[in-house]
């Protein structure tokens, strides 16, 4: 038995079947965490929504916005570390646009690998940057999100269990299993680290993986982000005295790994489907759901708006560039055109 379920026939069923159902996996997430929401908030009056947003304290909110501006500065320093560590030679002026940019457009769009990827593509290119520079960048971004992750959630999990998951034995377990797993996984890249010194090929360009110091700064920051990006909901929760930061964490990290998992564009639904679910029984729904459009609002749409803002003006300053430099080049083949007829006209006339 235990030889057929090893077999190369048995383990290309098994890869066939994932191919199918893997793609189904966010989808199905995302009209699961709609029925969850329809559900959940059936019969909720709006207006009082409404009202508890702007019952929402002035401190509170400002706490909120402040922190967001933190995770979206401190993101520009992800993009730092990648950009020194390829030696792009770009100023950090530039960096922190394309940084910010490119993450307002993947947590909102989704699919980072299309939409963050491709803003970095655009701009970067235009700024002297080779498709193997601006891939190793790509790569060491993805690399410092998952490590900044793996340890802030393997730590949280592992020590204190969300709360939720405290009142059911075996999801506590199950939450404390995870959280070593994640550990683990973060040790066995350090150790990976270690050992390999050939290169990775990702396409055409070649990734060599960085030293254990340049990995330390990557996970310093990587960190802050998870751990700045919670502060963001628990500003909001802790405006109505509804959770501690712990637990704003916990929950925050089980809300992110489901978004991720659906590819759901900024997690939206399933993000909210999870929140609802696991806080409906502490918090008022009213106040629930006033805070969760409050923390899409404020975390996801308005830089998003101002990113879109800022790659439009790049966008256009570039096509007037892109005018002037063409004209120029037409006036000097016209300068060009206009001499070599004066020179046929005087040849003409000496003849």
Known sequence: MLNYILSKESLRKVGRLLKKVVPMIGPGLFFLSIFVLYRQLKGLDFSLVLGAM?????????????????????????????????????????????GFVAYAFSKNIGFSVLSGTTVRFRLYREW?????????????????????LFLVAGLSFSINPPSFARDLDLLEGSFRAL?????????????????????FRIGSASLKLPN???????????????????????????????????????????AQFAG????????????????????????????????LLTYRIMFFLVPFVVAAVILGVLEYKHREHIKQVLSRAGKRGGEVRGVSADREEQAGTQE
Do not use: H
């Not at 993101?75 to 394309?98: D, H, M």
């Not at 959280?179 to 290169?199: D, I, N």
């Not at 920051?221 to 509804?242: P, Q, R, T």
């Not at 998992?261 to 759901?289: H, M, N, R, Y």
């Open 212 to 254: 254990i110091r340049f990995t330390a700064w990557q996970l310093a920051v990587s960190s802050a982000d998870w751990l700045i990006s919670a502060a963001v909901l628990y500003f909001l929760l802790s405006g109505y005295n509804l959770v501690t930061y712990y637990e704003a964490l916990g929950i925050f990290l089980v």
């Open 128 to 148: 002297g940057q080779d498709t193997g520079g601006i891939t190793r960048i790509v790569a060491l971004n993805y690399i410092s999100f998952w490590i900044g």
């Open 260 to 291: 991720l998992t659906s590819q759901v564009p900024g997690g939206i639904g399933v993000f909210e489907a999870l929140l609802v679910v696991i806080l409906t029984d502490s918090i008022e729904k009213t106040f629930l759901v006033a805070t």
């Open 54 to 98: 702007r019952m929402l304290p002035p401190s509170a909110g400002v706490l909120a916005g402040g922190f967001t501006a933190l995770a979206y500065i401190n993101l520009t320093f992800v993009e730092y570390l990648s950009n020194t560590r390829v030696e792009s030679g770009l100023r950090y002026k530039r960096i922190s646009l394309a």
């Open 179 to 199: 959280g070593v797993l994640l550990l683990l996984a973060l040790g066995g890249y350090f150790f990976l680290l270690k050992k390999r010194k050939r290169p």
